[in-house]
């Protein structure tokens, strides 16, 4: 299947807005896992090392769930462009 490149200048604030939407989202993905990094501490303590109950469940889910939809979503929409190199 071949590619068709297009050096239409039309398309150019598209690409743009492409490109700095993707900057926005890996951006985001690395701020979700610092926060996660910088908390796990605390997690362990307040939540790992207590009794567990329905509350303990919904909080893993949630917070395990939620960085796992971002990194999938993050791998699956950011657009890559090949260059045909390498």
Same mark, same amino acid.
């Given at each position: 299947?071949?590619? #068709? $490149?297009? *050096?239409?200048?039309?398309?150019?604030?598209? !690409?743009?807005?492409?490109?700095? *939407?993707? @900057?926005?989202?890996?951006?985001?993905?690395?701020?979700?896992? @610092?926060?996660? &990094? #910088?908390? /796990? &501490?605390?997690?362990?303590?307040?939540?790992?090392?207590?009794?567990?109950? #329905?509350?303990?469940?919904? @909080? $893993? !889910?949630?917070? @395990?769930?939620? !960085? &796992? /939809?971002?990194?999938? *979503? $993050? #791998? !699956? *929409?950011?657009?890559?462009?090949? %260059?045909? %190199? &390498?």
């Amino acid at each position: 299947m071949q590619s #068709l $490149l297009s *050096n239409d200048p039309a398309w150019w604030p598209v !690409i743009n807005a492409s490109l700095v *939407n993707s @900057y926005f989202e890996v951006a985001a993905c690395a701020a979700v896992m @610092y926060d996660w &990094g #910088l908390t /796990f &501490g605390q997690e362990v303590e307040l939540v790992w090392r207590q009794r567990w109950s #329905l509350m303990t469940v919904l @909080y $893993l !889910i949630a917070r @395990y769930g939620g !960085i &796992g /939809f971002v990194v999938i *979503n $993050l #791998l !699956i *929409n950011v657009p890559t462009i090949w %260059t045909g %190199t &390498g």
